[in-house]
């Protein structure tokens, strides 16, 4: 239970309540534990959209806050990040001193190449120490970065260069797939050559790892940049200041650009550190995930360091970096405290080493929570995790929109009895409900809509980067007053709260966020299909897998083979491998309602081997057993055993 500065000692339930019942005031409260360059008089107030805004008038830097803040207080020389390669084989340590110092010579570096406050840069590395530099050189002078997930293919790159519209892009020569060197450079210059936006610079950084690096008139060498600069101080922002833009997937084929601000984000990610995760100050925090999602934005760089954390940047895989040991020698070697991934990682590890043999081989007496998040936690990863490691294993719940958890068991507050299949507990700040489609709260155990009564706490999205209709349409329209997650859940009787899936065109692959609307557009645009539907349907290891069902134009002479392969390469060219897509099932007719709407519940369910009923609005029944058979023949979901 949690000493609250103002009062005693608080349970869960009183802090929560005080949080729901009295918002500004505990917020200005959590908000004294930053440093503000000008302290907010104003908590709380509302956008043109009647959405809140947190500590308007105040003033701050979140790169100050990260590492300027610590040197200041004499924390200088503790290690602020570890980066962890065993791609590359390269374990390297940097103090805060040393990371400022890197990362005010680039913000210096940056200033010289006519960057300014408000300008957009975009980043797009792998998981290397010098994409947090770049994160927080972007930060200390007022550029807004918006990361690029270095898995996502040209396409999606100039997708958002287009959208966000980068003076600057700032890249390495190299990522690394487990053996495979993958070469940026021109997947980037590719990337600017398909978008419409030119983008003045490009920064690299070369690896040194025998990758092509193609040079254009824009390259400008990283560490020539940094080496050749000053270093140069923070510039105080507006709370409001957008610190960055993260795109996520969406409901039709462009991506959300979501767009976070800097005081409330600043605010709930330390609160978060200490509240939820119960990391101290010094302690080694691990969140295996990649810079290029919320959980590498929030979790790997700004949280931990936010809080003088350890964080550790990790360039590898749960398996084959050597082997399914990699996440238990790294929690020994750092002596990792508080670690964060997703389940489909643990489900990889149980799949290779199902009796934990690995795990006896390493001391990991330092670690006391693990956390699991990216997709719900299925009960047997929960359980083979607790089987063999004796430390809670907390499942949360949040989203790329939310930037830091929603629902969980607030270890740094206090333990709740786990509950397997929960993601635990509303958290403080977020008053969550159950909706049906009228709006009216579902009694306890009824699935519905997870909903959120305005205002949300400090630290959610802001807004959506050029696209305010599609911000107000998508999550503030449905129910007006409540933010709409696009989830479905219930409620048990004491307040748990279980996340059953997304309710829109969003899947989860290895917990990926991504879009079948997108795959849909990507497929349908090959010439030999005439119409097509991409689904989630589920998968052992990565907990969903997309399958596109398409049916062939009449009159092309394409063998079914060559038209799956080729559907199975334009969507790996076009978003990238990560989205998976694997299995292409060629079928006759797609199931319609009368109006022409595709029934993809009912195509997941054929796929996926539940139980359904034929919905009355079905134009041709017919249709079901034609899709049966060939999902059958093709070998895909529950067919495949
Ligand atoms: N750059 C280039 N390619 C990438 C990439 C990157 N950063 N990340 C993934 N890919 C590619 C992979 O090489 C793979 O390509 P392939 O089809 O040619 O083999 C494809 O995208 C799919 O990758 P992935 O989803 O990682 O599947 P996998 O089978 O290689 O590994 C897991 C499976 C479960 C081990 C892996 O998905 C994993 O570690 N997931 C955890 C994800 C996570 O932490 N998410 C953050 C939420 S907290
Ligand atoms: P992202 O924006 O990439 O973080 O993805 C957010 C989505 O992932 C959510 O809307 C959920 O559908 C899903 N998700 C994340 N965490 C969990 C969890 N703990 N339980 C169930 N679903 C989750």
Same mark, same amino acid.
């Given at each position: 239970?949690?000493?609250?500065?103002?009062?005693?000692?608080?349970?869960?339930?009183?802090?929560?309540?005080?949080?729901?019942?009295?918002?500004?005031?505990?917020?200005?409260?959590?908000?004294?534990?930053?440093?503000?360059?000008?302290?907010?008089?104003?908590?709380?107030?509302?956008d043109?959209?009647?959405?809140?805004?947190?500590f308007?008038?105040?003033?701050?830097?979140?790169?100050?806050?990260?590492?300027?803040?610590?040197?200041?207080?004499?924390?200088?020389?503790?290690?602020a990040?570890?980066?962890?390669?065993?791609?590359?084989?390269?374990?390297?340590?940097?103090?805060?001193?040393?990371?400022?110092?890197?990362?005010?010579?680039?913000?210096?570096?940056?200033?010289?190449?006519?960057?300014?406050?408000?300008?957009?840069?975009?980043?797009?590395?792998?998981?290397?120490?010098?994409?947090?530099?770049?994160?927080?050189?972007?930060?200390?002078?007022?550029?807004?970065?918006?990361?690029?997930?270095?898995?996502?293919?040209?396409?999606?790159?100039?997708?958002?260069?287009?959208?966000?519209?980068?003076?600057?892009?700032?890249?390495?020569?190299?990522?690394?797939?487990?053996?495979?060197?993958?070469?940026?450079?021109?997947?980037?210059?590719?990337?600017?050559?398909?978008?419409?936006?030119?983008?003045?610079?490009?920064?690299?950084?070369?690896?040194?790892?025998?990758?092509?690096i193609?040079?254009?008139?824009?390259?400008? %060498?990283?560490?020539?940049?940094?080496?050749?600069?000053?270093?140069?101080?923070?510039?105080?922002?507006?709370?409001?200041?957008?610190? *960055?833009?993260?795109?996520?997937?969406?409901?039709?084929?462009?991506?959300?650009g979501?767009?976070?601000?800097t005081?409330?984000?600043?605010?709930?990610?330390?609160?978060?550190?200490?509240?939820?995760?119960?990391?101290?100050?010094?302690?080694?925090?691990?969140?295996?995930?990649?810079?290029?999602?919320?959980?590498?934005?929030? *979790?790997i760089?700004?949280?931990?360091?936010?809080?003088?954390?350890?964080?550790?940047?990790?360039?590898?895989?749960?398996?084959?970096?050597?082997?399914?040991?990699?996440?238990?020698?790294?929690?020994?070697?750092?002596k990792?405290?508080?670690?964060?991934?997703?389940?489909?990682?643990?489900?990889?590890?149980?799949?290779?080493?199902?009796?934990? %043999?690995?795990?006896?081989? *390493?001391?990991?007496?330092?670690?006391?929570?693990?956390?699991?998040?990216?997709?719900?936690?299925?009960v047997?990863t929960?359980?083979?995790?607790?089987?063999?490691?004796?430390?809670?294993?907390?499942?949360?719940?949040?989203?790329?929109?939310?930037?830091?958890p929603?629902?969980?068991?607030?270890?740094?507050?206090?333990?709740?009895?786990?509950?397997?299949?929960?993601?635990?507990?509303?958290?403080?700040? *977020?008053?969550i409900?159950?909706?049906?489609?009228e709006?009216?709260?579902?009694?306890?155990?009824?699935?519905?809509?997870?909903?959120?009564?305005?205002?949300?706490?400090?630290?959610?999205?802001?807004?959506?980067?050029?696209?305010?209709?599609?911000?107000?349409?998508?999550?503030?329209?449905?129910?007006?007053?409540?933010?709409?997650?696009?989830?479905?859940?219930?409620? %048990?009787?004491?307040?748990?709260?279980?996340?059953?899936?997304?309710?829109? %065109?969003?899947?989860?692959?290895?917990?990926?966020?991504?879009?079948?609307?997108?795959?849909?557009?990507?497929?349908?645009?090959?010439?030999?299909?005439?119409?097509?539907?991409?689904?989630?349907?589920?998968?052992?290891?990565?907990?969903?897998?997309?399958?596109?069902?398409?049916?062939?134009?009449?009159?092309?002479?394409?063998?079914?083979?060559q038209?799956?392969?080729?559907?199975?390469?334009?969507?790996?060219?076009?978003?990238?491998?990560?989205?998976?897509?694997?299995?292409?099932?060629?079928?006759?007719?797609?199931?319609?309602?009368?109006?022409?709407?595709?029934?993809?519940?009912?195509?997941?369910?054929?796929?996926?081997?539940?139980?359904?009923?034929?919905?009355s609005?079905?134009?041709?029944?017919?249709?079901?057993?034609?899709?049966?058979?060939?999902?059958?023949?093709?070998?895909?979901?529950?067919?495949?055993?």
């Amino acid at each position: 239970m949690k000493q609250n500065k103002l009062t005693e000692i608080m349970t869960y339930q009183e802090l929560y309540e005080q949080s729901i019942q009295s918002p500004e005031k505990f917020w200005s409260e959590q908000a004294n534990a930053i440093k503000w360059f000008k302290k907010p008089t104003t908590i709380l107030s509302k956008d043109q959209n009647e959405y809140p805004l947190w500590f308007a008038d105040g003033e701050l830097n979140a790169c100050y806050l990260a590492l300027d803040k610590h040197i200041e207080d004499g924390f200088g020389d503790n290690v602020a990040i570890i980066y962890d390669s065993p791609v590359t084989q390269t374990v390297k340590k940097y103090t805060y001193n040393e990371v400022k110092a890197e990362v005010a010579k680039l913000a210096g570096g940056m200033l010289s190449l006519g960057l300014k406050k408000g300008n957009t840069a975009v980043i797009y590395m792998p998981m290397i120490p010098q994409a947090a530099f770049a994160m927080l050189a972007c930060a200390r002078i007022g550029v807004i970065h918006s990361v690029v997930f270095g898995g996502f293919a040209p396409h999606e790159l100039a997708i958002r260069i287009d959208d966000c519209k980068p003076k600057i892009i700032i890249t390495a020569s190299s990522g690394i797939e487990i053996d495979r060197l993958i070469a940026y450079k021109p997947l980037v210059d590719e990337a600017i050559a398909l978008a419409s936006h030119k983008p003045k610079k490009v920064i690299i950084l070369n690896r040194k790892l025998g990758a092509r690096i193609p040079f254009k008139k824009y390259d400008v %060498d990283y560490d020539a940049l940094v080496y050749g600069s000053e270093e140069v101080p923070c510039v105080p922002v507006e709370a409001t200041h957008p610190l *960055y833009i993260l795109y996520t997937s969406g409901t039709t084929g462009k991506p959300k650009g979501i767009v976070r601000d800097t005081g409330g984000y600043a605010t709930s990610i330390k609160y978060s550190m200490e509240h939820i995760y119960g990391a101290k100050p010094d302690e080694v925090f691990w969140a295996a995930s990649d810079v290029g999602w919320v959980v590498g934005h929030s *979790y790997i760089v700004y949280g931990p360091l936010l809080n003088r954390n350890t964080t550790i940047i990790f360039e590898g895989k749960p398996i084959r970096t050597p082997d399914a040991s990699t996440f238990w020698r790294v929690i020994e070697e750092h002596k990792v405290n508080v670690m964060f991934t997703a389940p489909t990682a643990i489900r990889a590890i149980k799949k290779e080493d199902p009796n934990g %043999d690995f795990i006896k081989k *390493y001391d990991l007496s330092s670690l006391k929570t693990q956390f699991l998040a990216g997709e719900r936690c299925d009960v047997a990863t929960l359980e083979w995790y607790q089987a063999h490691i004796p430390v809670p294993a907390i499942d949360h719940w949040w989203q790329t929109e939310s930037g830091w958890p929603m629902i969980a068991n607030m270890m740094g507050v206090e333990f709740l009895h786990i509950k397997p299949g929960s993601a635990g507990k509303a958290v403080t700040g *977020y008053n969550i409900q159950i909706f049906n489609e009228e709006g009216e709260e579902l009694s306890a155990n009824e699935e519905g809509y997870v909903v959120i009564k305005l205002p949300l706490p400090p630290g959610t999205m802001m807004d959506l980067w050029n696209e305010n209709a599609r911000f107000k349409e998508g999550y503030l329209e449905k129910f007006p007053g409540y933010y709409f997650s696009g989830d479905g859940g219930f409620k %048990d009787k004491d307040g748990y709260i279980f996340i059953t899936g997304r309710v829109d %065109d969003v899947i989860n692959v290895a917990g990926h966020r991504l879009s079948t609307a997108e795959m849909e557009e990507i497929v349908s645009s090959h010439h030999s299909v005439a119409e097509c539907a991409v689904i989630g349907i589920n998968d052992e290891l990565k907990g969903q897998v997309p399958l596109a069902l398409v049916v062939n134009k009449s009159g092309e002479s394409i063998e079914h083979f060559q038209l799956q392969h080729e559907v199975v390469q334009l969507v790996r060219e076009q978003i990238g491998a990560v989205a998976s897509l694997r299995d292409v099932v060629i079928v006759p007719r797609l199931p319609k309602t009368r109006s022409g709407k595709i029934l993809r519940k009912l195509l997941r369910s054929i796929a996926d081997g539940t139980d359904f009923q034929i919905p009355s609005t079905i134009d041709d029944e017919a249709i079901i057993d034609e899709v049966r058979t060939e999902c059958k023949n093709a070998k895909i979901g529950s067919f495949r055993q």
